[in-house]
């Protein structure tokens, strides 16, 4: 079984760029969540959808980040403009219900 | 809001040795605990999940066990081998949807 996919792997742009980062959850779950992982501050949930839905964004930074999900095997989260500060890895984790989190392999943005 | 506390940081053992990596929470009105490992530049891969009505799961040498009301679980892991080194992370689930993490165990095993 395939389990979440995210694209690209790793990412390299310069300040001022718009980044788009892809996540294809695990078929049949109903809640995708975003994350960032950055050394000062671990773990951080950015976004979180139910069936398809933008349930709570309360973790997203600022107005620069934007996150959808148009239907149940897709979503994406953007950053427009890209700051130096928003390297970091990124991660999307499905599931289904309230049950265990399965994370993709993660996304290593770099932001010159 | 949860606070997650994992100790030790970090932990070298000899290969063979058990391994016993404690995580701790600050509200106990959870709804599960789960348990990840982290290989440098990887993503999370799940070991064991937790429900707060069950006190431990077990997954060939992983153990882990859950006193809710203390807040404390512990990851065991028995028969250590060097392909067990890795980040080990705690996560606690409260009664809505967030994760709540702790910032891991950097676990060394020396052959």
């Known amino acids: 079984d395939a389990g979440v996919i995210q694209s690209p792997r790793h990412e390299v742009t310069e300040m001022g760029q718009e980044v788009t980062l892809r996540c294809k959850p695990i078929?049949?779950?109903?809640?995708l969540f975003w994350y960032r992982q950055t050394m000062m501050r671990g773990l951080e949930l950015l976004i979180y959808f139910n069936n398809n839905v933008p349930i709570d964004d309360s973790g997203m930074p600022e107005d620069r980040f934007s996150a959808k999900m148009p239907n149940a095997s897709f979503s994406t989260l953007k950053i427009q403009p890209s700051e130096p500060r928003d390297s970091a890895v990124y991660f999307c984790?499905?599931?289904?219900?309230?049950?265990?989190?399965?994370f993709g392999p993660g996304t290593r943005l770099t932001v010159l | 809001k949860q606070e997650v506390t994992q100790i030790p940081a970090a932990l070298s053992v000899p290969e063979g040795e058990n391994l016993v990596l404690n995580c701790s929470f600050t509200?106990?009105?959870?709804?599960?605990l789960q348990w990840f490992r982290q290989d440098p530049g990887k993503g999370l891969t799940s070991l064991l999940l937790?429900?707060?009505?069950?006190r431990e799961q077990t997954s060939g040498r992983l153990n882990a066990s859950l006193d809710k009301s203390s807040g404390r679980s512990t990851l065991y892991i028995a028969a250590s081998q060097p392909g067990d080194s890795a980040t080990y992370l705690c996560a606690v689930r409260s009664n809505d949807y967030k994760l709540s993490f702790g910032a891991g165990t950097t676990v060394t095993v020396r052959a």
């Open positions: 509200d106990s009105a959870i709804y599960n």
């Open positions: 984790a499905s599931s289904l219900g309230g049950y265990e989190q399965f």
């Open positions: 078929s049949g779950h109903n809640s």
């Open positions: 937790i429900q707060s009505s069950q």
